[in-house]
């Protein structure tokens, strides 16, 4: 057994009554030596809670847990052994940062002296899910995430991922002509072009080869396939083509793969970290949140969860034209953010795309059919995971271990617009435009107010109640008393899924590029206008004075900087509030873009949500006379649904 760690202060071997942390008898000469330094290193004891064990020549001892009558328990089992590392990493059974307690659970009598406490400042504290069989453990900061089991480096993007064509340049020219679209004949000519030219040997013949090896190269990848959606419109059957590949067969891809294998994490984690006084609680990845641990905890406990993030927004399909659609990118929440946000193995994959349809549009029936081919199609790429997410599925892993898996859409991220297209809300006219929560339409602007959440159970409750009523007019005034359509949800073939859970805050779309930059941002242009040329001169001036910073992307938001001494309190009071409301709001999306939260940056969020909540509130008001402006719009109001996403699901 290595030496024990020099940064735990020695104890003595005299009957004394063991804590949560070092303790030293007073009186006996043992003790003075012990304060002076002068026992050996063969006397030195190693305290743990439940546990007292004494280092000898390199073998673990029996020890003692003294008491007040002198009375001794056996140590932990699990401390024996020579392979216990005690430079990284001390194993809790019981939560010591909470209380002490000995080891048959109670607490220490009255009257016991106070010990220093066992851990440094910054230790961090991992508290593994219950079904992982794992023992919490607490490690020293420059310890985590370091030595034996740490997760090996982020694979790096393969540096020849032509390798599947017999050279490079075949890559490159088979790639521009896919992306230029070039005719069969545009195709042979430029081949025909390229083997003019000898400097670097051009394997290709024709477009036939170039065919064949882009056929090879699918072999590698979950293949597309290509279905027909059918949905009725006005007594009618419309078809549309849906291209997807199979969720499931995607994921097990990656579990298969050696180099992104060993980056999955399977069990939910509780991470906190000592401040000196107590454990603070942390949240990052998504298996650090609240959802992942409840998900967890429902399942078999021999079985691992399997959490899918799925981006749907709507997007041109050509780089020219009108025809627009909706692609479905797909990433897996078990894997680091950096890695499933990123470009190379194990980012995010299109698995699906969802054609528009235009042709019915401004009909009265249109928008209802419009959610009822979005979900229709939805449901056809869902359709893998329905199944499994009731009975699970085993994969042989990387590792060769076979593992069982119960896969959950944990994340939907998405633009208003899609987010009311996958909740089946009636979006921006309707009483409740929130797919989260039942705010009504006229309180959208308070995001302080907490109202009832919206969920599947309810909502499906509802829709069977609507379908029910003998009228039409009954049917639609029940379906509006939640702003419901009446389409089934292609959520609801997933167990343990509930879409209002699911869909989670933006900040791109919500914040940047909504309520600052379609907001926000307006209405002070508007006051700078009022004031004149001059003024909009000074504010150009001060933005062009304003160092380059690296990674600066919203520059608009250093209007505060810019404009600070623009507006006059007393002479221009909305201009200036507004510049006020424009600094809180960047100090509330600061919180909002930070990439670590801990229980006190949450509630630090919270209150600057509050301030620039009532900052708002103040400029509404006073120019409700002089601007018709409607501040009652979904984006601003989904801001308070922000933490509690982060506490569920991880950092947005």
């Given at each position: 057994m290595p030496d024990l760690d020099p940064r735990c202060p020695p104890i003595c071997n005299d009957p004394v009554i063991i804590v949560a942390g070092p303790f030293i008898a007073k009186g006996s000469e043992r003790?003075?030596?012990?304060?002076?330094?002068?026992?050996?290193?063969?006397?030195?004891?190693?305290?743990?809670?439940?546990?007292?064990?004494?280092?000898?020549?390199?073998?673990?001892?029996?020890?003692?847990?003294?008491?007040?009558?002198?009375?001794?328990?056996?140590?932990?089992?699990?401390?024996?052994?020579?392979?216990?590392?005690?430079d990284n990493q001390i194993d809790y059974q019981h939560d010591a940062d909470v209380g002490w307690t000995d080891s048959d659970g109670d607490p220490p009598p009255s009257g016991t002296t106070s010990p220093a406490p066992l851990h440094e400042i910054d230790d961090i504290k991992?508290?593994?899910?219950?079904?992982?069989?794992?023992?919490?453990?607490?490690?020293?900061?420059?310890?985590?995430?370091s030595g034996p089991g740490a997760p090996p480096p982020v694979p790096e993007a393969d540096p020849m991922p032509w390798q599947l064509f017999r050279t490079r340049i075949d890559f490159e020219v088979a790639e521009l002509a896919h992306d230029a679209g070039l005719s069969h004949e545009q195709l042979d000519r430029l081949i025909h072009l390229i083997h003019r030219s000898r400097m670097e040997l051009f394997t290709l013949k024709n477009r036939k080869d170039v065919r064949d090896t882009w056929d090879a190269a699918l072999f590698k990848m979950t293949p597309f396939t290509k279905e027909?959606?059918?949905?009725?419109?006005?007594?009618?059957?419309?078809t549309f083509p849906l291209f997807h590949r199979s969720l499931w067969d995607w994921v097990t891809d990656l579990l298969q793969d050696p180099q992104v294998g060993p980056h999955f994490v399977f069990d939910a984690q509780r991470l906190s970290k000592f401040n000196g006084e107590k454990f603070v609680r942390f949240i990052h990845e998504p298996w650090t949140a609240n959802a992942f641990w409840e998900y967890q905890s429902k399942i078999p406990p021999d079985a691992k969860p399997l959490a899918f993030i799925l981006y749907a927004d709507k997007a041109k399909l050509l780089s020219f034209g009108c025809v627009k659609g909706y692609p479905v990118v797909a990433r897996c929440a078990n894997l680091p953010i950096v890695i499933c946000n990123g470009e190379g193995l194990g980012g995010g994959r299109v698995v699906g795309q969802v054609k528009e349809d235009k042709q019915h549009s401004g009909k009265p029936a249109f928008v209802n059919f419009k959610n009822a081919v979005w979900h229709t199609s939805f449901l056809k790429i869902l359709g893998c995971l329905g199944p499994l997410s009731r009975f699970g599925s085993a994969i042989k892993c990387w590792d060769g271990v076979i593992r069982a898996f119960y896969p959950i859409v944990?994340?939907?991220?998405?633009?208003?617009?899609?987010?009311?297209?996958?909740?089946?809300?009636?979006?921006?006219?309707?009483?409740?435009?929130?797919?989260?929560?039942?705010?009504?339409?006229?309180?959208?602007?308070?995001?302080?107010?907490?109202?009832?959440?919206?969920?599947?159970?309810?909502?499906?409750?509802?829709?069977?109640?609507?379908?029910?009523?003998?009228?039409?007019?009954?049917?639609?005034?029940?379906?509006?008393?939640?702003?419901?359509?009446?389409?089934?949800?292609?959520?609801?073939?997933?167990?343990?899924?509930?879409?209002?859970?699911?869909?989670?805050?933006?900040?791109?779309?919500?914040?940047?590029?909504?309520?600052?930059?379609?907001?926000?941002?307006?209405?002070?242009?508007?006051?700078?206008?009022?004031?004149?040329?001059?003024?909009?001169?000074?504010?150009?001036?001060?933005?062009?004075?304003?160092?380059?910073?690296?990674?600066?992307?919203?520059?608009?938001?250093?209007?505060?900087?810019?404009?600070?001494?623009?507006?006059?309190r007393d002479t221009d009071p909305e201009a200036y509030l507004m510049l006020c409301c424009i600094r809180s709001y960047m100090e509330f999306n600061m919180y909002a873009s930070l990439e670590v939260h801990t229980e006190d940056t949450i509630n630090n969020g919270r209150e600057a949500l509050s301030k620039f909540t009532g900052l708002m509130d103040k400029y509404i008001e006073d120019t409700a006379e002089m601007s018709e402006k409607s501040w009652n719009f979904p984006k601003k109001h989904l801001s308070a649904h922000l933490f509690d996403d982060i506490e569920a699901k991880g950092v947005s």
């Open positions: 003790t003075k030596r012990l304060a002076r330094g002068a026992l050996k290193k063969e006397e030195r004891i190693w305290s743990l809670p439940g546990s007292f064990v004494k280092a000898h020549q390199g073998s673990v001892f029996a020890g003692v847990h003294p008491s007040v009558s002198g009375s001794t328990s056996p140590i932990d089992n699990r401390l024996e052994g020579d392979d216990f590392d005690f991992v508290e593994y899910h219950p079904s992982s069989g794992i023992p919490t453990k607490v490690y020293h900061f420059e310890d985590y995430g027909e959606v059918t949905v009725s419109f006005c007594g009618v059957d419309q944990l994340i939907l991220s998405a633009d208003y617009e899609e987010q009311a297209v996958m909740a089946l809300i009636c979006g921006l006219m309707g009483k409740f435009p929130c797919p989260v929560c039942l705010v009504p339409c006229d309180e959208l602007s308070n995001t302080l107010k907490v109202f009832p959440l919206c969920t599947c159970t309810g909502t499906k409750a509802l829709l069977a109640r609507a379908r029910e009523s003998s009228t039409l007019e009954a049917r639609e005034q029940i379906l509006s008393s939640q702003s419901l359509r009446d389409v089934d949800s292609s959520f609801g073939i997933l167990e343990h899924t509930d879409v209002h859970r699911a869909l989670s805050h933006d900040k791109l779309h919500f914040n940047d590029e909504g309520l600052f930059s379609d907001h926000m941002w307006p209405e002070l242009q508007k006051w700078v206008e009022r004031l004149g040329r001059q003024a909009a001169v000074q504010i150009d001036t001060f933005f062009q004075s304003i160092p380059r910073w690296r990674n600066l992307n919203h520059f608009n938001q250093l209007i505060v900087f810019a404009a600070h001494n623009v507006f006059d």
